[in-house]
């Protein structure tokens, strides 16, 4: 009898369950059952983001996990991005381990590091510090998206053109404070994470760069990490995100994609870039 297994899927600041692009599909179809979640101050607008702390995405996440966990003989936990670094905290909370399920995390931001990041990014620190700036100030989304591919990344401009409600075109800063909190958390609790864990990064994150793999590796006590070459920090929309979606797959013990549903893939973005470009 196949085992039951079911994963939790977390999405990144400011985004939607599209930050994991086609993940819940590839796990469905592979017989896993998904749950997402969509965190506090999500799915309406950025200004939503303001009084959110970040106990409240954590104990949203700790309650889905209690209320899932018995219902399935496997029960996975894998975040993108900010994401990443709320499954870490869960993890280390819940005492996850190998026999409960195990763990992804995909470009966990634990250093803000990245190619793209501007000199005067350590300097929010004091912006935090003057009361009522961070909850003015607006950290604007802006091009390349975390996308290297021009298809995408044009599929992803026309989105936010149109103004569609699958990613913020901007965030607080008072919300950036609540993931360097994450960001703390996620660094110092590393070492107490119980469950195997599978860390995927591109080299070329224009957020973060492979330091925050590297530290995890040598942080985690069973963990394995993915190297992506071809991306930039969007890795489960972006070039490798077959790659991407096959090592979470071998990571949870399915068969990899067959190569017809790869092509469906990537037939389905290009369909959807001439459906923009004739809009």
């Not at 973060?208 to 991306?231: F, G, H, K």
Request: charged share 20%.
């Amino acid at each position: 009898m196949t085992a039951k297994v079911g994963v939790i899927l977390i999405h990144g600041l400011g985004g939607t369950q599209y930050d994991l692009g086609s993940m819940h599909k590839i796990l469905q179809k592979a017989g896993a059952d998904t749950h997402a979640v969509t965190l506090p101050g999500h799915g309406t607008r950025p200004e939503d983001l303001i009084p959110i702390r970040a106990e409240q995405w954590i104990d949203l996440v700790v309650a889905q996990y209690r209320e899932l966990q018995p219902q399935y003989e496997q029960l996975h936990v894998m975040g993108m991005c900010m994401g990443a670094l709320l499954a870490l905290a869960v993890c280390e909370r819940v005492g996850h381990t190998a026999q409960q399920g195990k763990l992804v995390t995909l470009a966990p931001p634990i250093y803000i590091d990245g190619w793209s990041t501007p000199w005067y990014a350590g300097l929010r620190s004091l912006f935090y510090l003057i009361p009522g700036v961070a909850s003015r100030m607006k950290v604007e989304e802006g091009e390349p998206f975390g996308i290297k591919n021009t298809l995408v990344r044009a599929v992803v401009k026309a989105k936010f053109e149109r103004g569609d409600n699958f990613h913020y075109r901007w965030v607080p800063m008072a919300c950036i404070r609540q993931v360097d909190r994450l960001r703390s958390w996620a660094s110092a609790g590393a070492k107490n994470i119980k469950a195997p864990t599978l860390i995927v990064h591109a080299r070329e994150d224009e957020l973060t760069s492979l330091r925050s793999a590297e530290y995890l590796q040598a942080s985690i006590p069973d963990a394995r990490t993915v190297v992506l070459e071809n991306s930039y920090h969007m890795i489960c929309v972006d070039n490798d995100r077959d790659q991407v979606a096959n090592s979470v797959l071998e990571f949870f013990g399915f068969p990899p994609m067959p190569e017809r549903a790869r092509k469906r893939m990537r037939g389905a973005v290009a369909e959807e870039k001439n459906d923009n470009a004739q809009s």
